[in-house]
């Protein structure tokens, strides 16, 4: 089935460069967005984990943006290691953008940044963690325990001590938590 | 009896049973102890003060460490099919426990050998392996949040990985969801939603939803899901319809959150303390009958 069907093209319509210039990959599971995500980072390819756009109802609750110049590279990556994507749509219309997974809530002393359903908060001063929050996955207390109370740099990474999707999640809030303290 | 099974994040904790009790930051269970962070020791805790201020025994728990893999969930399902026909048991209440649907169908058949018919709870991973196994309909309630709830109300998938909504939320989707779920027989008897506005739901209808009080800085708090669970299954156990129940746990551990004066840096653990006060307050504002001559002090 064509993601085409799910919007009108608007000769006008208004959005960037980088918009027109890229593409999704759709799954049918979020497993498979994570091993694609793995594969094509390690290839070196510029691509983020993104929500799904409003209008698209097939797949799961992540879709891959790439840069859709090189779809047929980036999809021979993915076929060498045996992950096929449902779909793959260029970003042709606002209704097909992509959604960002997330949400960054400043409390003053403390940041908290949400990916997805899970939340981690650390105190400004110091980078410790100081709350992690959502998910019902079975790893998500021994993840909360492993890591609350610690420094940033000094907690262990919720991708080495965890395996479900909400620990997925954890650690793309972990990563962005982390690039903000860099900056 | 009022019973929790549940798992403990630490590899080595054994497989232990009994009464519970809370001391200071810790739940006690024979001679372990267990800090209170998040997952069923935060649900315990919970129960614990609940029962107390409704003057009914502390919750008897059956406790294995288990960090997310299911060894040790696994073990916990075998002893249960081998001896929870032992106990006496009123209020069931399973949570954070690998879900494997051939494990969670042979207990739900020692569950249904039990006399008198106790009232089936489920929360968290219970909760998938009790809909994965298309034994929804046997429990009288279920507290998911809105992404297990995205789970329920899809009709065909076998894990969460294949479910859109699970892990982005979408809460003005709730009442849909909550259809979905029952129409495709995914669903308890009752639901307690847990999200940015509460849905106590009975046989598929929305009868009641609480969006206050609020505090922002709850949403960064962990385990205030896990306190909900205890509290609702403690006012269940001390006789309370479900649905009464489920209003008044959303609006005491609400209430509870409150009371804490909370930051983004507060423990799950300084809200469980304000559990007792808001328990009563709330009792006492919805009318429903409690004896505080009942109570322990």
Known sequence: ?183 | MFVVVGTVPDREFPLVHGTVKLAGELVLIGDKAVPVNRGTPALLAASILATETLGIPAPYAFLVGDIGYGAGSRRLYKYLTEHLHEFDIDTLTFHYIQPIAHWHDKLLAVIDAIRGNPVLIADAGFMYAAKMSGFAERYDLFTPDMGELAFLAHESAPHPFYTRGFILHDEKRAPELISRAYAHKNAARNLLVKGECDYVVHCGSIVETIDNPSEEAMEAIGGTGDTLTGIVSALIAAGFTITDASVCAALANRLAGCLAGPTPATTILEIIAHIPASLKETLAARELPFKESNAIP
């Open chain 1, 1 to 183: 089935m064509s993601l085409l069907k799910y919007f009108t093209p608007k000769p006008d319509s208004v959005h960037d460069r980088n918009d027109v210039d890229s593409g999704i990959l759709i799954f049918d599971s979020t497993s498979e967005v994570i091993r694609a995500e793995k594969v094509l980072k390690q290839n070196g390819w510029n691509i983020r984990v993104m929500g799904p756009p409003p209008q698209v109802r097939t797949g799961c609750d992540l879709v891959i943006e790439f840069p859709l110049m090189e779809e047929m590279n980036i999809l021979r990556t993915l076929d060498q290691s045996g992950i096929i994507p449902t779909e793959t749509a260029p970003v042709s219309s606002p209704l097909l953008k992509p959604v960002d997974i997330y949400t960054i809530k400043d409390f003053g002393r403390h940041l908290m940044v949400r990916a997805a359903n899970m939340k981690i908060t650390i105190d400004k001063n110091d980078l410790t963690i100081v709350n992690i929050s959502g998910g019902g996955c079975p790893d998500v207390p021994y993840l909360a325990h492993e890591m609350t109370g610690k420094r940033l740099h000094e907690a262990p990474c919720p991708k080495d001590i965890g395996h479900t999707l909400c620990a997925y999640a954890l650690q793309l809030a972990y990563e962005e938590v982390e690039r903000r303290c860099s900056l």
